[in-house]
Structures are given as C-alpha cells and as structure tokens.
C-alpha cells in the first residue's frame, strides 16, 4: 500500500492491535486459562487486551487525522 507514512503506520497499528487482541483473547477463552495456577494469568490478559484496544483507538485516530489533513489539502489545491 502507498501513501502517507502516517496512515501507513496508522493501518499497521490497527492490524498489529487486532492480531494481539485476538491472540490474546483467545488465550483467555482456553481451557488451560481456567487450570493456571493463579489470577495472575487472566489478569495479565486482560490488561493486554485493553492495552490492544488503545492501540487500535490511537492507531484509527492516526488514520482519521491523516484523512482530514489529506482532505483539507485537496480542498485548499482545488
């Protein structure tokens, strides 16, 4: 894909933050989550996975703001 680096980088966050929330999520819902030895697994979990949700939130705001600046630039050029 071409394009700006800042919405190149945005896309690549939004994919990374979404593998991770899927790896993640399916570590939770496994059966070896429910035999570990202690919270602290689950837990860790769960942080990442709202630490991946941030990731796709900042990661789409990359992208919004590239589109708007992208956009206002075509008006101003047209």
Request: charged share 20%; hydrophobic share 40%; glycine share 8%.
């Amino acid at each position: 894909m071409t394009g700006p680096i800042s919405f190149n980088n945005g896309i690549q966050g939004i994919r990374t933050g979404l593998e991770g929330m899927q790896k993640t999520a399916s570590q939770i819902a496994s059966t070896e989550a429910m035999r570990s030895e202690g919270p602290y697994e689950l837990a860790k979990s769960l942080i990442d996975l709202k630490v991946y949700t941030y990731q796709v939130d900042a990661s789409a705001q990359v992208v919004k703001a590239t589109d708007q600046v992208i956009g206002t630039l075509l008006n101003i050029k047209a």
